[in-house]
């Protein structure tokens, strides 16, 4: 099967900064897109960014130009460097690994794979 495995969170100062890893793991020999999203209380889980194997990336208009995405393609893992940090960043912080090419076993589920969470929370 297919395991994502994050790391990273904690509690933050407004302004400071966090950087969350995430690492596949299963029967696949490439994933095509690894992102994170958020989901804070009461609300939908949103995009935060999003990396593709072919440096492609993308990125949620309220965390421009303060959060990076990066890859290593080799490990398969994904990282989110978080820094300016606001309290509205509070979340539950999900990575997420769609697109792979599996070696066997059942195919993909839609939407790809999730990882467990880790919590984000910026206070003062």
């Known amino acids: 099967q297919v395991q994502l495995v994050e790391s990273g969170g904690g509690v933050v100062q407004p302004g400071g900064s966090l950087r969350l890893s995430c690492a596949a793991s299963g029967n696949f020999i490439s994933i095509y897109a690894m992102g994170w999203y958020r989901q804070a209380p009461g609300q939908k889980r949103e995009l935060v960014a999003v990396a593709t194997n072919g440096d492609s990336t993308n990125y949620a208009d309220s965390v421009k130009g303060r959060f990076t995405i990066s890859r290593d393609n080799t490990n398969n893992v994904v990282y989110l460097q978080m820094d300016s940090l606001q309290p509205e960043d509070t979340a539950v912080y999900y990575c997420?690994?769609?697109?792979?090419?599996?070696?066997?076993?059942?195919?993909?589920?839609?939407?790809?794979?999730w990882g467990q969470g880790t919590q984000v929370t910026v206070s003062s």
């Open positions: 997420n690994a769609d697109g792979l090419m599996k070696t066997g076993g059942p195919k993909p589920p839609v939407g790809g794979y």
